[in-house]
């Protein structure tokens, strides 16, 4: 390689390095975050315990009675229909699609009681926060509690049923309890440890929209950028003249070579 190229490639190999050095240093230290974390603790699995089983015993009313009161309101179309247990109460859990003045159908969800077949309405904020507590396995007492009609996409509750209910405990790690308020469920965990991972997650992603776009346009271009750092600095390597090499391992210094 002469010399032109070879200073021309070195000042191109030295630029992208200050460029994506930061960016090299963030995939670095999320990937050592990542590796050295359960899953499991992050995704606060150990802070949730089972929820709770019914007797076969159990004397319930058809799923017809609850289905009737919907197909007077005007429902046609049902998905799926699940029994849950809210507070040792047996809920039907009714998921159906409604049309809607403007031609589309959207999903819908209501709560039944499993026992007489009435319907009822979405949880209360008290009933909630008793969910909340029966389900989470730490010792804490409830902090606050939040009713969430929307959120966006960097919320760590994105992407989920709404409206929903977050209880959050003083402890451990300041977790919050997610119910989903319509459909009586318990949604998800999270604590400081997934907030710290789900940081890093978004710096990893260079995705600082939704986080979660692992094919978005930056990301890509940074890839391309580091590749060819990386590819710029071999050639640097393998292309120089020995004598180069030898000058660079020596501090730049001129080396005298003997017979």
């Known amino acids: 390689m002469n010399r032109a190229w070879h200073l021309r490639i070195r000042k191109t190999h030295r630029y992208l390095g200050l460029f994506i050095g930061i960016q090299f240093l ?13 899953l499991d ?32 309101k005007g429902v046609d179309s049902i998905q ?18 409604m049309q809607h003045s403007n031609g589309h159908a959207m999903a819908h969800v209501q709560l039944a009681d499993a026992t007489t077949g009435q319907l009822r309405g979405e949880l209360t904020q008290a ?3 008793a969910l909340a507590k029966q389900r989470f396995a730490g010792p804490s007492t409830v902090e606050q509690v939040e009713y969430l009609t929307s959120t966006n996409g960097h919320h760590e509750y994105r ?11 003083r402890q451990p790690a ?21 907030r710290v991972f789900d940081v890093l997650w978004m710096l ?10 692992i094919n978005n346009g930056l990301l890509r271009a940074f890839s391309v950028l580091g590749l060819l750092t990386i590819s710029s600095g071999f050639t640097l390597y393998f292309g120089s003249s020995p004598g180069l090499r030898r000058r660079a391992k020596s501090g730049g210094k001129p080396v005298r070579l003997t017979s």
């Open 80 to 97: 799926n229909i699940a029994l849950i247990d809210v507070l040792n109460q047996p809920l039907y859990q009714l998921n159906y699609r």
């Open 26 to 38: 963030l995939w670095t230290l999320g990937g050592l975050y990542f590796s050295w974390s359960n």
């Open 159 to 169: 992407e989920k049923p709404l409206p929903a209910y977050a209880v959050t405990f």
């Open 204 to 213: 990893h992603t260079m995705d600082y929209e939704g986080r979660d776009d």
């Open 127 to 129: 009933e909630a926060t």
């Open 41 to 72: 603790d992050i995704h606060g699995d150990h802070l949730k315990r089972p929820a709770a089983t019914f007797p076969a015993s159990l004397s319930l009313v058809s799923p017809s009675a609850p289905l009737r009161a919907l197909q007077q």
């Open 174 to 194: 300041h977790a919050t309890v997610y119910v989903a308020a319509q459909l009586g469920t318990v949604q998800s965990i999270r604590t400081d440890p997934w």
